[in-house]
T-cell receptor
Framework: RKEVEQDPGPFNVPEGATVAFNCTYS??????FFWYRQDCRKEPKLLMS???SGNEDGRFTAQLNRASQYISLLIRDSKLSDSATYLC????????????FGTGTRLKVLA | GAGVSQSPSNKVTEKGKDVELRCDPI?????LYWYRQRLGQGLEFLIY????????KSGLPSDRFSAERTGESVSTLTIQRTQQEDSAVYLC??????????????FGPGTRLTVL
């Protein structure tokens, strides 16, 4: 089993739609969780960190479910500019500095 | 500089040659990571530096790969006797420090390596 697993997609959604991605992780001792965005042939950039209580940033909402070991990203009112690959990232237990990246979920927002 | 820079941006080499990839992290950032991303794949961790030492080099695929960092700044990733499976984008990232659990990783633009 991979340490971090994501549905690769692609998710093709119309503009204005709401779309959700899930990501599961295998190490129950993992401490930090993130969503990064990667545009085609570009470097990843932080979209948002995922906190235990869940957090929201504009149209984006991230949730963490420790019991089931998954994190989610919800995008409301999708824009064409949201088209990208969304990477789930998990940092391990205290004392480890390794970040584990999922293979990404590709989103395409259609006009 | 304001961001992470990497050079060269593209490198085409012949199988069996050695290559050196360079990363200039954000000034003052003490931690530095190297990742590899093969076409259509996720990022693979290669090595992590804290200052000039590498407490975790567990991701280096073979002894053909090595990395060093000097002056708590520039890092070079060296691949000896390159093979075609080494073809990938090599990304460098520098968070501000390694202690904060929620440190953002600032990535450089990457070096696209093609081994013929």
């Amino acid at each position: 089993r991979k340490e971090v697993e994501q549905d690769p997609g692609p998710f093709n959604v119309p503009e204005g739609a709401t779309v959700a991605f899930n990501c599961t992780y295998s190490n129950s001792a993992s401490q930090s969780f993130f969503w990064y965005r990667q545009d085609c042939r570009k470097e990843p950039k932080l979209l948002m960190s995922v906190y235990s209580s869940g957090n929201e940033d504009g149209r984006f909402t991230a949730q963490l479910n420790r019991a089931s070991q998954y994190i989610s990203l919800l995008i409301r009112d999708s824009k064409l500019s949201d088209s990208a690959t969304y990477l789930c990232v998990v940092r391990g237990a205290s004392g480890t500095y390794k970040y584990i990246f999922g293979t990404g979920t590709r989103l395409k927002v259609l006009a | 500089g304001a961001g992470v820079s990497q050079s060269p941006s593209n490198k085409v080499t012949e199988k069996g040659k050695d290559v050196e990839l360079r990363c200039d992290p954000i000034s003052g950032h003490t931690a530095l990571y190297w990742y590899r991303q093969r076409l259509g794949q996720g990022l693979e961790f290669l090595i992590y530096f804290q200052g000039n030492s590498a407490p975790d080099k567990s991701g280096l695929p073979s002894d053909r790969f090595s990395a060093e960092r000097t002056g708590e700044s520039v890092s070079t990733l060296t691949i000896q006797r390159t093979q075609q499976e080494d073809s990938a984008v090599y990304l460098c990232a520098s968070p501000l420090a390694s202690g904060d659990r929620y440190n953002e990783q600032f990535f450089g633009p990457g070096t696209r390596l093609t081994v013929l």
